[in-house]
């Protein structure tokens, strides 16, 4: 069982910064990627962006430019870089790992408003 804590999340005014956290119960590097999803009210959850095991990343349309998912094989943590935050950003953010199974964090919120 893989145990993933998210953190980092909060109110931010347009235009500001997050930077989420996701730290994992043991080694990050037994993944095959690790992602971030968001899911804003009574909308579906969507891929944010997200990370392979040999650091190819990928990012919705939306957030290009803008974020940066990275990670710390060392805290085996993964990192979401929130820049230039939108009002259209505010959701729950959840971090994921992919390896045998899937798993998924708590969620964090953010909330991008004036």
């Known amino acids: 069982q893989v145990q993933l804590v998210e953190s980092g999340g909060g109110l931010v005014q347009p235009g500001g910064s997050l930077r989420l956290s996701c730290g994992a119960s043991?080694?990050?590097?037994?993944?095959?990627?690790m992602a971030w999803y968001r899911q804003a009210p009574g909308k579906e959850r969507d891929l944010v962006a997200l990370?392979?095991?040999?650091?190819?990343?990928n990012y919705a349309d939306s957030v290009k430019g803008r974020f940066t998912i990275s990670t710390d094989n060392a805290k085996n943590t993964v990192y979401l870089q929130m820049n230039s935050l939108k009002p259209e950003d505010t959701a729950v953010y959840y971090c994921q790992v992919r390896g045998l199974r899937v798993y998924w964090g708590q969620g964090t919120q953010v909330t991008v408003s004036e």
């Open positions: 043991g080694s990050i590097t037994r993944f095959n990627a």
């Open positions: 990370i392979a095991s040999g650091g190819s990343t």
